[in-house]
């Protein structure tokens, strides 16, 4: 099965065109049934494979092909990736009962979507009826994550002040949306 011999290299023994095609004909379908026989998966197989011949054709300039190794050069390699197949899959039937759950929770993400929105807007326009140095502090710490302290050196207020204007920002956003959505999750 092995017509290693057949198989002519140039006096480098690095891998030209005609070296591969005789090394891909003379293993190809010994690897094949050895990674069928593990693996149960013809497509899974050929796959394996193919990318065993497309890393020796990608890395030939660095290899040295020594005729007497190469057939369990390959061999082990498919061997490799075999073991790569086998741990993906128990990677998978591992993950699966989590991207199950995930599913399941973000079945309804569009609909929570489109309502959050709606509520930002909400927010949006009530915040901008706010006066304006209340809506500044707002802003400046709910919008831009500032301090108290950051927020009261930026405007020239006390951190007092700022908390006095985000409470009465706070109470007006939440009467104003309590009145238009009426359900007690929100607040």
């Known amino acids: 099965m092995d017509n290693t011999n057949n198989i002519d290299c140039d006096k480098s023994n690095i891998l030209n065109e005609s070296t591969f095609k005789a090394l891909y004909d003379a293993h190809w379908l010994r690897l094949f049934r050895y990674a069928l026989s593990h693996t149960k998966d013809q497509a899974v197989a050929e796959e394996i494979v193919q990318q065993i011949f497309e890393s020796l054709w990608s890395r030939r300039s660095a290899l040295q092909i020594d005729h007497c190794t190469i057939s369990n ?44 929105n709606e509520l930002s ?15 500044e502090v707002y ?14 050196s930026r405007m020239g207020i006390s951190p007092h002040t700022v908390k006095e204007h985000l409470a009465r920002a706070r109470h007006y956003i939440r009467e104003n949306l309590q009145r238009n959505y009426n359900d007690p999750i929100l607040f």
């Open 121 to 135: 807007t909400q927010v949006s326009i009530l915040v901008s009826q706010l006066p304006e140095r209340c809506r």
């Open 73 to 116: 050069f390959l061999t082990r390699a498919v061997k490799l990736k075999i073991f790569d197949h086998h741990r993906h899959l128990a990677i998978q039937r591992q993950a699966q009962p989590i991207l199950l759950e995930t599913a399941e929770q973000s079945a309804n993400t569009t609909e929570d979507t489109c309502q959050f």
């Open 139 to 152: 802003r400046l710490n709910i919008e831009e994550g500032m301090t108290y302290k950051a927020v009261a």
